[in-house]
């Protein structure tokens, strides 16, 4: 069995075989002459015939590299086989050969979409070895393009389907702003990917809230991070984003792929946990003061409990317990700047403490909110836990209070016993301060 490499051969590089030749010549001294021309070309395996109808019956039956006709045959001509064979292949190289050159013979070949156009004579057939191997050299490459265009082709559509269709956002950001996006970013941030084009990513993120972007430890073996982050939508409200990020180079210039993912419902639900155990734990600390404590030290038991509350509610950094005395509302316990506690209840009702939960917002402008629920021993009201939370959570924030001052409420009812703590008949409206016991 032969082997063939390709080799350079006056500085061209030739394809290595084997090549499948099919002539189609009626004239045996022509064939005969074009069988010498490749007498030395082992590459090339040449198949005769000698009419247009032998030549079509060879080409259903066998594959071709390139095909050889004579111009002029007995029965079918040469054109009516040309025009057939491209019936049957588009892309073959197909050469025309005639005894007599004439311009209107060759331009109604390549009008039949002949490959190449050639006069017969000694140094045409010798030079027919390497006019075909150019030929087939090209129809190759043609073919090869093709085909790697087509897949290309196949795979952008591929990518592209993906990339439109896929359940989490995909981005690229180049020097800081997007320059790719899918439509489930835009859905993510609440407008559509086209509006996205162009804008810096931290733009999303306000400045309040760069403090969630906080890097997880989900794979410790991957080394493409994930990050997580709280991101404000295009009509003001917020989602939660997990994300991952990796270098690669887009359209010549590094650039950020990154993959998003809308963890909202999860890390919303992270966040109830996470307040459930809080409370839970709060409420116990105050149990566990009712429990351990000694009754006598009804401040220290309010301190305590109050630091609990504290604790159980995000963002509370100021509070108070008020009990129900002969004077009216008193502090008993505290927890943060006296001054700003003062502001809020300063010329307020002690009722308004008394009678049910409430939340009211700080004037001018502040943040903090405050709660308040009253302390209750059955249906009796001791006094009241006063409370600053942030604005956003204040709702959440008053449910736990209630549960909380009812608690207070049990740890009054135990110590009542040992201390003077129930109102007298004639209480006042107004509430009352004493200094803060240590």
């Known amino acids: 069995m032969q082997i063939y490499y390709s080799y350079i051969k006056q500085g061209r590089i030739l394809m290595a075989g084997p090549f499948h030749i099919l002539i189609i010549e009626d004239d045996p001294e022509h064939a005969e002459l074009i069988r010498m021309g490749f007498r030395r070309h082992d590459e090339f395996f040449l198949d005769f015939a000698t009419s247009g109808e032998e030549g079509l019956e060879m080409i259903a039956a066998n594959t071709y590299d390139l095909i050889s006709v004579d111009l002029v045959l007995p029965g079918i001509g040469g054109l009516d086989v040309l025009v057939k064979i491209r019936k049957l292949d588009q892309d073959i190289p197909v050469v025309m050969v005639s005894g007599h050159g004439t311009t209107e013979m060759a331009v109604v070949a390549f009008e039949n979409r002949a490959t190449k156009y050639v006069v017969k004579s000694l140094e045409s057939f010798k030079s027919l070895p390497y006019v075909f191997e150019n030929l087939i050299q090209e129809a190759r490459f043609r073919a090869n393009e093709r085909t790697m265009r087509g897949q290309i082709e196949r795979s952008e559509r591929i990518h592209r389907n993906i990339v439109e269709n896929a359940l989490a956002g995909i981005y690229i950001l180049q020097e800081g702003v997007f320059r790719l996006v899918n439509p489930k970013l835009g859905e993510i941030f609440g407008c559509s990917a086209e509006s996205l084009l162009g804008l810096p990513f931290w733009q999303l993120v306000r400045p309040d809230d760069m403090q969630h972007v906080s890097r997880l430890d989900r794979d ?74 000694s009754p006598d030290d009804i401040d220290k038991k309010l301190a305590d409990a109050l630091s609990n509350i504290i604790t159980g509610i995000e963002g509370a950094n100021v509070g108070g317990v008020f009990l129900l005395e002969e004077s009216g509302l008193v502090l008993r316990a505290l927890h943060g700047p006296v001054e700003e506690l003062f502001l809020f209840v300063k010329g307020m009702q002690s009722s308004h403490f008394l009678d049910k939960a409430h939340i009211q917002k700080s004037e001018m402008g502040s943040a903090r909110s405050w709660i308040s629920a009253p302390i209750l021993c059955g249906v009796q009201p001791m006094g009241a836990v006063v409370i600053g939370v942030a604005e956003t959570s204040s709702m959440l924030s008053l449910a736990f209070l209630e549960k909380t001052a009812c608690r207070m409420g049990h740890l009054l009812d135990i110590c009542s016993t040992n201390s003077s703590l129930l109102q007298s008949d004639q209480t006042s409206s107004q509430i009352k301060t004493v200094p803060i016991r240590e």
Do not use: H
């Open 220 to 293: 410790r073996q991957s080394n493409v991070p994930v990050y997580e982050s709280k991101v404000q939508r295009k009509d003001g409200s917020y989602r939660w984003i997990e994300f991952r990020t990796v270098s690669i180079e887009y359209e010549g210039k590094r650039a950020i792929l990154g993959n998003l993912l809308d963890i909202t419902s999860r890390k919303e639900l992270e966040i109830e946990i996470m307040q459930a155990n809080r409370e839970l734990s709060a409420i116990d600390g105050i149990m566990e003061t009712c429990l351990l404590s």
